[in-house]
């Protein structure tokens, strides 16, 4: 079955980090851009981060860079988002895409950042 799985989200003070997994399956991301997008209520779906598995290029929009990191595990088929110096208007679900020849979802993880 191929498919997408996020999962690290959740509860998290303002300042503090959370670290987002996206696991494939039933495929490999070799050659397939990756990215991060967030959703928050009564807002557009907007991209945060994308790699490029081909080359290596990644992308970050302004209001993250400098906090967030986008990395992947080849081994485990994994991307990840690494989110530092959390602010409230971090607050959405998260999902991640890949996209090549197809474009596969995941189902999104809540991150909520309030004191």
């Known amino acids: 079955q191929v498919q997408l799985v996020e999962s690290g989200g959740g509860l998290v003070q303002p300042g503090g980090s959370l670290r987002l997994s996206c696991a494939a399956s039933?495929?490999?991301?070799?050659?397939?851009?990756i990215g991060w997008f967030r959703q928050a209520p009564g807002k557009e779906r907007e991209g945060v981060s994308c790699f490029s598995s081909s080359d290596g290029v990644t992308y970050y929009a302004d209001s993250v860079k400098g906090r967030f990191t986008i990395s992947r595990d080849k081994a485990k088929n994994t991307v990840y988002l690494q989110m530092n110096s959390l602010k409230p208007e971090d607050t959405a679900v998260y999902y991640c895409n890949a996209v090549r020849t197809a474009n596969y979802w995941g189902q999104g993880t809540q991150v909520t950042v309030s004191s």
């Open positions: 039933g495929f490999t991301l070799d050659y397939y851009a």
